[in-house]
Structures are given as C-alpha cells and as structure tokens.
C-alpha cells in the first residue's frame, strides 16, 4: 500500500512465481472507493481471486458483490474465508490441496493469482507463503522475497507455520528444473 499524505491507497504489490505471478492487496474499497479498486484487480488481470474476509469484512468497506462481480469480468474467484489474525480450520486445511493445486496450475500456465484479507498483509501473506513453499522455496528464502514486496506479509508465528506446514512442492520454482523429472 502507499501512503500519499495521510490517505492511504489500493495496490497490487507482485512477484514472480513459476511462470506466472502472485499478487497481494488489502480488501478492495477498504482505503478508495470499491468500484475504482476493482479495475484495477480487472486491469492486473489475474484467473484467480482468493479473498481471505469473512462477508461481512467485505460489506463493511461496499465490496460485497466482488465475487459476482470478478465472475463476471471473466475472472475465478474463491471465498476461502480466515479469521483476522488467524490461520485455517482443520478443514479448511483440507480444503487448501485442492485450492492450491488449482493456483499452482495457473501459475504453471503464466498466469496471475492474487491473494487479499482486510489489510492485504497477515492472512493474504500466508496463502502467498504457503504457494511459495509449494513452489519448492524455503521458509527462509519465501517470507523474505514475499516481505520485499509487501512488508507487512505474514503477521504471525502461527501463519508463518501453517504455511510451511506438511508441504510437497508442486510448482517448480523459477529456474528450477529438478521438479520437472
């Protein structure tokens, strides 16, 4: 996010993963107005939206409708909602295989995947980390590269663990062809 004054303004912090790339932002309509905040989610151009809000954190800043909206324009979006702070469900745990396996075949194919919570740091960050991992990078290599972008990634030891957690590396990572044999 920058800071221009003392308003603070939407933005789509990226970097590179696989072929394609991941995104971070805060919840669309939380600092500018929704409908300005959503082209630019549509402009960025991602085939996959995960919001990490529980609804009512999105009706509380007018953004709502951004799943029928997403759809829409064409783009995937998944509801895969974290308390703040928070870390998945043990069944939202087992959810995520199928979650992650679905971002993972988007980035294979060069495109883009963008993670938000409310403030587009703690529960985004740790969605972006765990991805990051899949891909074949390291705890101590991903949260650094991920901070680099976003600053406020990742905002707690449990996120940072449930990120690591039990992974297999499915996405090959940047120039890394020893997953592909």
Not at 44 to 50: D, F, I, K, M
Not at 132 to 147: F, K, S
Request: a negative charge; charged letters at 15%; aromatic letters at 6%.
């Amino acid at each position: 996010m920058n800071v221009r004054g003392n308003m603070a303004v939407f933005e789509i912090n990226s970097l590179s993963l696989g072929n394609g790339l991941l995104g971070i932002c805060p919840a669309p309509g939380r600092f500018t107005p929704y409908e300005n905040d959503l082209k630019d989610i549509t402009d960025w151009s991602p085939s996959l939206v995960l919001t990490m809000t529980s609804m009512a954190e999105l009706q509380s800043v007018g953004a709502a409708a951004l799943g029928g909206d997403l759809q829409a324009g064409g783009i995937d979006w998944i509801h895969f909602p974290v308390v703040d702070y928070g870390i998945p469900t043990k069944a939202q745990s087992q959810q995520w295989q199928a979650l992650g396996a679905q971002a993972a075949h988007r980035l294979l194919g060069g495109g883009r995947v963008l993670a938000h919570c409310y403030g587009g740091c703690g529960r985004s960050g740790m969605a972006l980390m765990r991805l990051m991992c899949e891909a074949g990078e390291t705890a101590d290599t991903a949260l650094p590269r991920l901070r680099a972008v976003r600053p406020c990634a990742v905002e707690t030891d449990d996120q940072r663990l449930w990120a690591v957690q039990g992974l297999q590396p499915v996405i090959p990572a940047t120039g890394d062809k020893s997953a592909e044999t």
